[in-house]
């Protein structure tokens, strides 16, 4: 059997066995590759800058445990810098497994923040975040396009009680925020199609300031509602994540990360390059013998 | 770090590594992940869809009435109304009664029909179409901030949009044979196509090794854990976890291999 027609007949798992070889070879390793940031994760950033103190901020957790290896940085990394700042961060999880997420990095946040850290320069003592005063978590309701809507007249309308049992109008944080009118901007943080309902049905409908934190696989669908304004940035992917942790200087496990995507992509490209080599050499070879 | 915490952990690793034997072939170890990850999805979907749901925004509202008449006489009687409705979403299962399952179904397709087409109208056509007929920015055609062409603001952008949107729409129009000008305007939608779904394929990759690094990351912070000094208490037991895992690891592959020659001497006798 010819050089290019093994290439075609490559067993797939050969392709598995080396791409796992390559990642965990560059995991291993301590290089680092450079991260550049993007306009569409800068203007995130700046928009959450430039909030002043006790400013709100609605970070809908709305993926599962399959997105968290994207998903969670950018959320650590976000409310972390909210938490930071002392902007005041209601949660919601319209994803079916989105309240373990939302506890689960709360949790995460909550200690890091106990901790004195320097982040871009300025020194942040570490301070006590408090359920109902520094957050409000609002928990897991069905049907995701009528509870966004139904947020946009009362947040207690389809939440009487926040995820913990406590009624909405006896949670001190939440006194004074009744709509969207009062929230300074909503960060949707997505694995599935309930970004499609925060566009229309939430800043298509109410107006408010929309970020974006999707999976990679879903990231290019949305560009488009960049351009038309109707969303504020975008944060795609492993690397959006890690361009966010470089912004807020917190780097995590996105810019860990980062490293092995590198050699991960080479070997792909490597084997994509092979495997459309073999393919045109073998309809050449085919034609030169007459067989096409 | 805590015993029980170890072993969550080691499970979690377990659990990855039989996932992840899937991409060797079909074995009861994947079987195994597959149907504790829905089981669990499942089990835990209908706890906090009780807690979270209807707890809160049916039983806890019809609480002030008496029980004897079932909610009756509850000052929020109206939110029966939904309960029963949500009930006969049941008869389904019924062969006579399947019939009273379509009341639901047609409040709840009307209100979400109702809802969605204005706003998708309005969100997902007409601002998308309105973006696409701005006035071309002739000031800043290659970016805002010198030659910047990934700016999408820039005028260079806007014309790209516009021509490729347009092209791309010419592809798909199968009334007139794509020759001539025309055929040449649908090739370049064709290559407007392409170039977007490589996009999409790029970011599809990076997604697909990102979970991987996600759990390689776990599997490391697991081998840190076993070996950590700081662990005294635990010292002899956290490493022989981890090696007991390893070996299992091992056995299991020096078992498919063995298994592999066998059936291969076989095949070729």
């Known amino acids: ?292 | 770090m805590e015993f029980t915490s170890f072993l969550w952990l080691t499970f979690g690793v377990f659990v990855t590594l039989c996932t992840m034997s899937f991409l060797y072939k079909d074995n009861p170890f994947y079987k195994f992940a597959e149907h504790l990850v829905v089981g669990v999805s499942a089990g835990y979907f209908v706890i906090i869809l009780w807690h979270q749901g209807l707890v809160p925004k049916l039983f806890q509202r019809l609480e002030d009435g008496d029980w004897y008449f079932g909610y009756l006489n509850s000052s929020h009687w109206e939110y029966m109304i939904p309960a029963i409705l949500g009930c006969l979403m049941w008869a389904r299962f019924s062969k006579n009664y399947s019939w009273l399952s379509r009341w639901p179904m047609a409040l709840y397709i009307g209100i979400s029909a109702g809802l969605a087409i204005p706003l998708e109208m309005s969100n997902k056509v007409n601002k998308q179409l309105h973006a696409m007929m701005v006035e071309i920015d002739w000031a800043n055609f290659f970016g805002h901030d010198g030659f910047n062409l990934l700016d999408v603001t820039s005028g260079f952008s806007q014309v790209l949009i516009m021509v490729g949107t347009i092209s791309a729409i010419v592809y798909f129009f199968f009334s007139k044979e794509h020759t001539g000008v025309f055929g040449r305007v649908a090739t370049f939608g064709i290559w407007i196509l392409m170039i977007g779904f490589g996009a999409s394929f790029g970011f599809t990759v990076m997604a697909r090794i990102s979970l991987f690094i996600n759990r390689l990351q776990d599997t490391f912070d697991w081998g840190g854990v076993a070996f950590d000094s700081t662990n005294q208490h635990y010292s002899g037991m956290f490493p022989a976890i981890f090696w007991a895992l390893i070996l299992f690891m091992i056995g299991y592959v020096v078992y498919e291999i063995v298994t592999y020659l066998k059936q291969r001497s076989v095949t070729t006798q």
């Open chain 1, 1 to 292: 059997m010819e050089l290019f027609e093994r290439l075609m007949k490559l067993d797939r798992r050969w392709v598995f066995l080396l791409l796992i070889i390559v990642c965990v070879w560059a995991y291993a390793s301590s290089f680092s590759v450079p991260i550049l940031v993007m306009p569409e994760v800068q203007s995130i950033y700046d928009k959450v800058e430039g909030l002043p103190e006790g400013s709100v901020v609605l970070v809908a957790i709305d993926y599962d445990p399959n997105n968290l290896a994207e998903l969670h940085p950018m959320t650590y990394a976000l409310v972390e810098q909210c938490w930071r700042k002392k902007i005041k961060t209601i949660f919601t999880a319209l994803s079916m497994n989105g309240p373990g997420m939302c506890v689960q990095a709360i949790r995460d946040i909550t200690d890091s923040v106990s901790r004195d850290k320097e982040y871009n320069g300025v020194m942040y003592k570490g301070r006590e975040v408090v359920n109902g005063v520094d957050y409000c978590f609002l928990g897991y309701k069905p049907y995701y396009a009528i509870v966004i809507l139904g947020m946009g007249q009362a947040f207690n309308q389809p939440y009487p009680t926040d995820y913990y049992g406590t009624p909405l109008d006896e949670v001190p944080m939440m006194r004074g925020i009744i709509n969207y009118d009062q929230v300074d901007l909503v960060v949707d943080i997505s694995g599935g199609n309930i970004t499609d309902a925060w566009i229309s049905y939430g800043q298509g409908r109410f107006g408010f300031d929309l970020a974006l934190g999707l999976t990679g696989v879903m990231t290019a669908q949305y560009y488009p509602y960049l351009g038309s304004g109707q969303i504020i940035g975008i944060m795609g992917g492993l690397l959006g994540a890690a361009q966010y942790e470089k912004l807020t200087d917190n780097p995590g496990r996105a810019k860990d990360g980062m490293r092995v995507q590198l050699p991960a992509h080479l070997v792909i490209i490597l084997f994509i390059v092979m495997g459309n080599v073999g393919f045109f050499a073998n309809k050449w070879r085919m034609k030169r013998e007459g067989r096409a």
